[in-house]
């Protein structure tokens, strides 16, 4: 099976006063290309911190994170703070296109037709961000996500801060266009439930550690390490 | 029943300025007399037809000095704000964004500007570089940077931390476009609302250093001044400082409304 | 006579032109002892109903006709000062996020005691007494220790225990509780819920818990209120809504929520790829 990313004994660790604290440790794994990967974990786990140290915003102590494809996009959990305010949508898809030197006739099309594959309408396109609902915002930072065309995406939370019924629209949707563009995802959440629904293979980490990964099944089914099982204690079914 | 409140800061703020502003710029094309000219007839003459603001201690008609002493204090205004702005605005946004020890060299440096008196340190320039219109400028500006830096920092601070920037960042966006076309416009409204202030303190400076007579020099007309020459007739002839006096007055409330007008509207 | 009713209720906010309705025609009961829980999305009204009844709502939201019978008394009629007799004394409130409603200069302790300084005529030491006593109520370890810190030295788990030791201190007939699980942790989150349960069995505590969480709400409450768009959809016992509901927007909302039922994704079950 080919691979979009290899992360290899990785450690990271920041300053703290005088004595540095250890947030990752010896983290080793890797995204399939074509998969959903899900990480899931409790605040303060890390798992923000690799999503940064991954995307090279973090320096890593030690260790090797090794990518296989153009460089990863990244859809933020706070649909607020993740859109330039003071820009159109329209612009804000159209930036990444401008990275490209595409040319503008080229860029308008590309956006059309981006916008009507996450379900906005032209109309939605020319608002503003605080014009839009948080499902709205959501979509338009999927689609910035992949506008350049990326095969890696990293979701940090990116349903965490929705409405159920919003939150179900989005979790479709990503579905429909991993499958759709063969996309691979690092999917983050904090909420075991999502994860099952939207993951092949999950990976569980605490204080900084991969306590255990599997294949979504098993992990749901036969949870190896006492963590994993109290985490599935607390869900409701 | 409660209403949505209107912003009457800035509706008052913007009229007044507005006012301000076709009044100087009808000085530069149209003065009733010209600003400069004595006429021994009319000393001291007082507000009527003939002379709607009257005439000072030379026969010169005050409304025509007024106007064109408007205009000059509100040149070496806007100069200022522009000057030192811009340049307060590169230094903010430049520490704040990436930080480290230039931040810290800069604003250390920033810090000792700030400690002085703007107005104390402005006449150490006027010192060092004599009086005159330009000088004055490059005074008060020098003077300006501090604060601009100062807030343009604190925004770009919190600013960059903003998710929108990193995505911008992963789309391969290059530093600059991030800080001045991606983060400058969310800054706009501390940064307006600053010029506003910085524009005021200007005025009031110009007027200051006018008055102490090592501003603006003679026979160019400024507010400041026409104050300072006025004060020995204020009780025989108070138009020569009423009129000068109320113009510096609207100059600087106008702005100072519309600063808090801005500021109001950023807030929401 | 009920704990708590409230009748024909309808709050406006007055910040745009015209007056946005967010609350229209609410009417509900809530016996003494009850768990009753309010669940909605985003917009629903669920908050700004549970703030009108202790009088909480911002300048520009008031309540425009109903009634809020406390005990047979109209809290809408009531005065703030009136209020603020009833606020912390028979009613309390704890909120969803622990670090700004706690204040971050004082230590806990007092913080815990403000209720019975406010409304009762206890000593200093009977205060403290009584703070300690409900510290280890809410399940703290080394209270003597806690009663002196400051909320900044406290995890989530452990703040979000304090804000329920001052909430129920003067012994409330009724507790709000709005999304006060939502900034948590899962397995903290489990904790949480049931020491409030164990608080409701054990003082016969009424608790009105808000929440946008369905799984929660089925956890703790006895009867549940569906709200959308300011008006109530539904409203029965926990099984009725969960295992029979009559509304479509119940039933689209119940099957939105996660579960482990059915995934996504078509993967192949259980087996190692």
């Known amino acids: 099976m080919k691979k979009v990313l290899e992360v290899k004994q990785v450690s990271v660790s920041y300053k703290e006063g005088k004595s540095r604290k250890e947030v990752l440790k010896d983290i080793s794994f890797e995204v399939r290309e074509n998969e959903i990967l899900g990480l899931v974990g409790e605040s303060g786990c890390g798992k923000s911190t690799l999503s940064k140290a991954i995307l090279g915003f973090v320096k890593t102590d030690e260790g090797e994170i090794v990518h296989h494809t153009e460089r990863p996009q990244m859809i933020f959990q706070d649909p607020f703070s993740s859109l330039n305010p003071s820009k159109r949508v329209e612009w804000i898809l159209e930036e990444p296109l401008r990275m490209q030197k595409i040319p503008k006739e080229r860029r308008k099309q590309k956006v059309l037709a981006m916008g009507e594959k996450v379900g906005l309408t032209t109309e939605q396109l020319r608002r503003y961000p605080r014009e839009l609902s948080g499902g709205q915002r959501q979509r338009v930072s999927i689609a910035a996500a992949l506008i350049q065309g990326a095969k890696f995406i990293i979701a940090d939370e990116p349903v965490s801060a929705l409405d159920v019924t919003i939150q179900k629209q989005i979790m479709e949707l990503m579905v429909h266009l991993q499958e759709e563009m063969g996309l691979s995802i ?52 | ?93 430049f520490t704040g964004y990436f930080g480290g020890w230039v931040d810290e ?22 010192g060092v570089l004599g009086p005159g219109k330009y000088n004055v400028i490059l005074a008060l500006s020098v003077v300006f940077i501090p604060s601009f830096a100062r807030i343009t920092r604190g925004e770009f601070l919190a ?79 108070p138009w020569c400082a009423i009129f000068p006096g109320l113009c510096i007055l609207l100059l600087a409330l106008g702005f100072s409304l519309l600063s808090d007008g801005l500021l109001k509207k950023g807030g929401k | 006579m009920s704990l708590l009713e409230i009748r024909h209720l309808q709050l406006k906010f007055y910040d745009t032109q015209p007056p946005l309705e967010v609350v229209k025609d609410v009417s509900f009961a809530m016996k003494e002892g009850e768990i009753l829980g309010i669940v909605g999305e985003s917009g629903s009204g669920k908050t700004q109903t ?23 008394k109209n809290l809408a009629e009531f005065s703030q000062k009136e209020l603020e007799a009833v606020r912390g004394k028979d009613i309390s409130m704890i909120f969803q996020e622990p670090m700004t409603s706690l204040n971050p200069v004082l230590p806990v302790g007092q913080q815990v005691e403000e209720g019975l300084r406010l409304h009762t005529s206890y000593t200093k030491e009977e205060c403290k007494k009584r703070a300690l006593d409900m510290l280890r109520e809410v399940e703290l370890a080394e209270v003597e220790n806690i009663y002196n810190r400051y909320p900044h030295q406290l995890s989530g788990g452990m703040r979000q225990r304090i804000m329920i030791a001052a909430a129920l201190v003067t012994e409330p007939k009724l507790l709000i509780a709005d999304e006060p699980t939502t900034a948590l942790d899962v397995t903290i989150q489990s904790q949480i819920l049931k020491l409030l349960k164990k608080i409701n069995e054990k003082h016969h505590t009424g608790i009105l818990f808000i929440s946008h969480d369905l799984g929660v709400i089925r956890r703790l409450c006895d009867r549940v209120i569906v709200m959308n768009q300011g008006k109530i959809v539904e409203m029965g016992t926990v099984e009725e809504i969960f295992q029979k509901p009559q509304q479509e927007y119940t039933k689209k909302l119940l099957a939105a929520v996660p579960t482990r039922g059915e995934s996504l994704r078509r993967r192949k079950g259980g087996e190692t790829q």
Do not use: W
């Not at chain 2, 000059?72 to 704000?81: E, G, R, Y």
């Open chain 1, 186 to 237: 690092l999917f983050i959440s904090h909420d075991l439930n999502v994860i099952y629904q939207m993951c092949d293979r999950v990976m569980v980490m605490k204080d900084g550690k991969i306590e255990e990964q599997q294949d979504t099944e098993d992990l749901f089914a036969h949870p190896k390490s006492s963590y994993t099982k109290l985490l599935l204690e607390g869900l409701p079914q």
């Open chain 2, 1 to 93: 029943m409660k209403k949505k409140q209107k912003n009457y800061n800035l509706i008052l703020g913007i009229f007044i300025a507005l006012f301000m502003l076709l009044f100087l710029l009808a000085g530069l094309f149209y003065t009733p007399y010209d600003p400069d000219a004595m006429n021994g007839a009319a000393k001291f003459a007082a507000p009527g037809t003939e002379h709607l603001f009257g005439c000072d201690h030379f026969g010169r008609d005050i409304l025509s000095r007024v106007m064109k002493g408007t205009g000059t204090t509100f040149f070496v205004a806007v100069s200022t704000v522009v000057l030192g702005g811009g340049i307060g605005i590169l230094v903010g946004a």
């Open chain 2, 105 to 126: 060299v800069l604003m250390r440096f920033n810090d000792v500007v700030f400690s002085f008196p703007h107005i104390l340190l402005a006449l150490v320039f006027i």
């Open chain 2, 159 to 237: 600013q960059k931390e903003m998710d929108y920037v990193k995505s911008a960042r992963l789309m391969g966006v290059s530093h600059l476009r991030i800080m001045f076309v991606h983060i400058f416009p969310n800054t706009l409204p501390s940064v307006l609302s600053m010029a506003a202030i910085g524009f005021n303190n200007a005025v009031l400076a110009e007027a200051g250093m006018s008055y102490l007579g090592i501003g603006v020099q003679p026979p160019d007309a400024s507010l400041g001044r026409m104050l300072s020459e006025s004060q020995t007739y204020l009780m025989s002839a």
């Open chain 3, 50 to 72: 549970a703030l009108s009844v202790l009088g909480l709502l911002k300048k520009h939201e008031e309540i425009s006709a109903g009634e809020i019978l406390f005990e047979g």
